[in-house]
């Protein structure tokens, strides 16, 4: 959400990150990290989940937090909203044309066909249960909680060393909620690109107008 809709330019460097892990190409180490999320307090989700390794690596003190789930139900969600999203031909033209989709659909394609290793349709399963077994080796018992949404603030907050809110626990991002979210940012994406292509078609038309006129003031 904050590289989609928050500040677009960050899908540049997670693009950048993308392509030196795995097509070697520049470097991504701490100096990177540090401008991508320096101001950050915790990462989480994707395209972060594709730099496990990297990131504990690159921040040995951070505590991590591993969320799981019944891998046969998380498949089947991803297949219906962010597989949805990156397969959606409206979002893939609309990326020709709005500066933030410009930037955020290739990172997107990016990150599926790497992390998913080129099929997330027949090999997303196995990449989940590599991921999850790859975060257990790299990271010590005391640094790491295995945690199900469904556990609740409990288990989270006293992993945190965090007081337990007064408020229930959040829920905010299925299904139906992400696909109207992101058939509203379409829109909007275009509208703005439109606007934008009628503001630079105005002020073009106007220049030409004016030139003319000068041109006719000066051959009189």
């Avoid at 990462?43 to 003190?61: G, H, R, S």
């Avoid at 066909?113 to 027949?122: K, V």
Wanted: some cysteine; aromatic content about 14%.
């Amino acid at each position: 959400m904050s590289a989609s809709v928050e500040n677009p330019p960050d899908c540049l460097m997670w693009h950048d990150a993308l392509i030196a892990k795995y097509n070697g190409v520049g470097e991504f180490g701490r100096k990177e990290w540090d401008q991508l999320l320096g101001d950050c307090q915790a990462v989480c989700d994707w395209p972060a989940c594709a730099f496990a390794k990297e990131l504990i690596e690159a921040y040995p003190n951070a505590k991590i937090i591993l969320t799981t789930r019944d891998v046969d139900s998380w498949h089947a969600s991803v297949m219906k909203t962010v597989w949805w999203r990156v397969s959606d031909p409206e979002h893939r033209f609309i990326s020709n044309f709005s500066w933030a989709a410009s930037m955020y659909y290739p990172m997107l394609n990016k990150f599926f066909q790497t992390f998913f290793r080129g099929d997330f349709l027949t090999k997303g399963k196995q990449v989940y249960e590599d991921h999850v077994a790859e975060v257990r080796s790299l990271v010590p018992p005391e640094r790491l909680l295995e945690y199900k949404i469904s556990d609740g603030w409990g288990p989270l907050c006293e992993f945190l060393g965090e007081e337990v809110p007064d408020t229930p626990f959040p829920r905010g991002n299925d299904m139906a909620d992400f696909f109207q979210r992101c058939r509203t940012r379409n829109r909007h994406q275009m509208m703005n690109a439109t606007l934008q292509a009628l503001t630079i078609g105005g002020a073009i038309l106007a220049t030409g107008l004016a030139a003319t006129i000068m041109f006719k003031r000066f051959s009189r």
